[in-house]
């Protein structure tokens, strides 16, 4: 007995130890760099100093947006199209120890992303200049750093004032997370890998892989690589080894080919992620070990075909982004990206165009955990200028590194599958465009053949576009002009297509006009008026869209019906700051999103939902408060079913079923107050029920979170969307009261928002009207492990409260 007892141990023993080595320590550093830095706007030259007064900064977390705390003005040097917000100089400092086992180590800072023109000092010393806002950069500070508790003093000044630099909101400042990295002095490079899957069957995959790495010790290293691919799990599958020996100061490529059995392949349904890891020893010690993400996919554009992934014909239905979350601007927040991207994803969209420039990390990590494609672009101007001071004036001088960082920061993401380098390029229009564009994909191709090049073109005349002559595009994006579509392949001879941008509709949430007319546009024709609305709404019907788009019904329909043409990327997703088309002042944000810049659904989110998605929908449009005698046009998403038929107050109004390729039904309805229900049946069974009721007066505030608990992180948000009900619990869809919201515990009021396009009120602050009923409340994280207590009131309502748990 005492044999097998120390047998048991020794087994034990082996397994904890097999265990361990499985499952190595991690020994180099990647430490979150945003908490505690100080702020002041103006112009602070003094800052790069080791010790000055900061006595009167402000103290704050990053990621930092100062434009989106500011006042709107029709004045502000960013304009209406800018936002209207303001902009300017800032600076931040940070003072930081560092650990002194640290000494003798590489240690580099890493920006996500600053806008712009960032200029970075540690300990008075100058590391370099980032004029392009959206590029992520970092800079080796190690020879200028103090250790033994001295401190070291980061200074960071932010250069926004020549304006406008921009079609669209920016925000000002440090906008994206910062890191700092301590390795040993043989490491791998920061984004210093490349991954791709190059033979994909059922039984087995090839995976491709190669680390740079670095040797800055002072002498010549002979160093062990080992590469690991772990599942999902983080159980090895298989891995491969490698010796290298690196000459001081220099650097080596080592390179794996590995193959997985039985692969799990990734897709937008079943987003099945690995790993890879890449583990450095010298002299059998552990010195670094590097992260890569994996998923394990293939796809190929057709002439004919459009887009095969998987093997599979597949339809990219996706929407165009740009980089602002609404009332938080600029600042990113990861929490705040997912809320918008579940939305989209429950909607049925599956792919995301980075619209116009590189995305934060974040992004790309949640397309790749929760399933979307992502075309992943670059640049919205080259050398001809679209506003006074954008980038025509970097490109010269940039554009070869700001290109560079951005393959080699991205290309491992599975979600990622093209590779835009413009958007709207004014180079297609003369002969300068073939030597960038040749220029731009052989950059690209030097740094990834793995996925295809585009730019988003609106020439669709061969002759006259010179970006397509340059013959380097591998798949031809073209942007509206939807008509055109189905010519496209007698122009463009054995050219694969994907329509880049798409549709411009506008629609403001919950507002509804009754035109003669079935489709407006704006403007009716060229330089001639819009005829809005004096509060500057637009009907949320599907029949008004800018004069170069198309509604969505119509652009689907082509893109639908037409199978070499891979899928449309909508215009867009969501409102976002900046570019009120049709609007003046105080229009100060976007129209042609899905939803609003809130994150409500417009109506126009339930017929691609019908379309796109999988889940039963049935959708019944406008709300059913009107006027006695008034014909409402009552419309109808729905899916799954071969017909709807309408009531009215248990009348029923008839059935209807689309015809041809129509993808909503409609009724002409003469109003009375009440009940209009709707039920869609497949042959004679209901697929699903719904209804709009007439509301009452406003009595009361629902508040429905986003989740019940909260992380105490000083990251953690929670969305709060408010309610204005009748005493039956209906919406009231005209109410605009005023509500008051009083936090606390362990979160604080991050921002507050309605949707309407033309409001003036504060994003940052402990109110809001609600707009068409609804508004929201987004509070973040203080880092106090306390428990949320909110309270939303307002006069002549009762008010309600909720509580939000620490998780």
Not at 67 to 96: C, Q, V
Not at 181 to 210: C, D, L, M
Not at 359 to 366: A, C, D, G, I, T
Request: neutral net charge; contains cysteine.
């Amino acid at each position: 007995m005492k044999k097998i007892k120390t047998l048991l141990v020794l087994g034990f023993i082996i397994i904890i130890t097999y265990s361990c080595n499985q499952h190595q320590e991690k020994v180099r550093i990647t430490k979150d760099f945003t908490l505690d830095w100080q702020f002041s706007l103006g112009d602070h030259p003094e800052a790069v100093r080791d010790s000055i007064n900061s006595d009167d900064w402000r103290k704050l977390n990053l990621p930092h947006d100062w434009s989106i705390e500011g006042e709107f003005s029709e004045f502000n040097p960013a304009k209406p199209e800018g936002g209207a917000l303001p902009t300017g100089i800032g600076w931040y400092r940070k003072e930081f120890t560092l650990n002194e086992a640290w000494e003798n180590k590489v240690i580099t800072i890493v920006f996500d992303g600053v806008y712009r023109n960032s200029e970075v000092w540690v300990n008075g010393n100058y590391l370099g200049k980032r004029p392009y806002g959206y590029s992520s950069f970092k800079y080796d500070i190690s020879r200028f750093v103090k250790y033994a508790g001295q401190k070291n003093v980061i200074a960071v000044k932010v250069d926004n004032s020549e304006q406008p630099n921009s079609r669209w909101y920016t925000g000002s400042g440090i906008y994206r997370n910062v890191w700092l990295s301590v390795t040993n002095k043989a490491f791998v490079n920061y984004w210093g890998t490349f991954v791709n899957t190059p033979e994909i069957t059922q039984n087995r995959a090839t995976v491709s892989f190669k680390a740079t790495v670095n040797n800055t010790f002072e002498s010549q290293k002979k160093l062990k690589i080992i590469t690991r691919i772990l599942n999902d799990k983080l159980e090895e599958v298989t891995k491969g080894e490698e010796e290298v020996v690196i000459a001081s100061g220099k650097s080596k490529d080592v390179k794996f080919s590995l193959v997985v059995d039985k692969p799990k392949l990734w897709n937008v349904d079943h987003p099945y992620l690995y790993s890879v890891e890449t583990l450095v020893y010298s002299n059998n010690k552990l010195i670094d070990n590097y992260t890569t993400p994996l998923g394990i996919r293939s796809f190929e554009f057709n002439a004919q075909k459009g887009f095969i992934f998987n093997g599979k014909s597949t339809k990219i239905k996706g929407v165009c982004l740009h980089h602002d979350l609404g009332a938080l601007g600029s600042a990113i927040n990861k929490e705040a990206i997912k809320r918008r991207l579940v939305s989209l994803k429950r909607m049925g969209a599956n792919a995301i165009r980075t619209a116009h420039n590189p995305p934060s990390p974040e992004l790309l990590q949640l397309c790749d955990s929760i399933g979307f494609f992502v075309q992943d672009e670059l640049f919205d101007v080259w050398k001809k200028k679209k506003v006074k001071e954008d980038y025509h004036n970097n490109f010269e001088e940039w554009h070869v590194q700001d290109l560079k960082d951005w393959i080699v920061r991205d290309r491992n993401h599975p979600s990622v599958f093209m590779w835009s380098i413009g958007n709207e390029i004014r180079e297609q229009f003369d002969s300068t465009g073939i030597e960038i564009t040749q220029e731009l994909t052989k950059l690209v191709k030097e740094l990834d053949t793995s996925r295809p090049v585009t730019s988003a073109l609106t020439e669709n005349e061969p002759q006259k576009n010179f970006i397509y002559q340059s013959g380097a595009l591998d798949v031809l994006g073209f942007n509206y002009k939807h008509e055109a579509y189905e010519d496209l392949p007698n122009r463009f001879k054995n050219a694969k297509f994907i329509s880049s941008e798409s549709v411009s509709g506008l629609a403001t949430r919950g507002h509804y006009d009754f035109p003669k007319d079935s489709t407006q546009f704006w403007p009716p024709a060229h330089n001639q008026p819009f005829n809005g609305n004096e509060d500057f709404t637009v009907s949320a019907y599907d029949n008004i869209a800018a004069y170069w788009g198309a509604t969505h019904e119509d652009t689907w329909k082509t893109v639908k019906k037409l199978p070499f043409i891979a899928g449309m990327f909508v215009w867009t997703g969501a409102d976002y700051l900046g570019e009120p088309i049709p609007y003046p002042y105080p229009a100060r944000s976007s129209y042609f999103g899905i939803l609003d810049l809130a994150g409500f659904p417009k109506d126009v989110y339930y017929m691609y939902q019908s379309e796109w998605g999988n889940e039963d929908v049935l959708h019944l449009f406008p709300h059913w408060n009107w006027k006695e005698g008034d014909t409402i046009p009552v419309w109808a998403y729905y899916n799954h079913a071969d017909k709807v038929e309408l009531f009215l107050n248990g009348k029923s109004l008839g059935v209807k079923s689309k015809v041809g390729d129509e993808l909503h039904v409609s009724w002409d309805v003469p109003y009375a107050a009440g009940e209009l229900k709707a039920i869609s049946y497949k042959g004679a069974t209901k697929v699903k029920e719904t209804s709009v009721k007439t509301a009452g007066l406003a009595t009361s505030i629902k508040l429905d979170a986003s989740k019940s608990t909260i992380q105490p992180n000083q990251k953690d948000m929670v969305f709060i969307e408010v309610t204005i009900q009748d005493k039956n619990g209906i919406m009231v869809p005209d109410a605009n009261n005023h509500i008051v919201f009083e936090v606390t515990g362990g979160a604080d009021i991050a921002g507050v928002d309605n949707g309407y396009q033309a409001s003036l009120e504060p994003f940052q602050a402990n109110h809001r009207n609600a707009y068409n009923g609804k508004c929201l409340l987004i509070i973040k994280s203080n880092g106090k492990e306390e428990a949320v207590h909110i309270t939303a009131s307002s006069p002549e309502l009762s008010s309600e409260s909720i509580t939000i748990k620490s998780n």
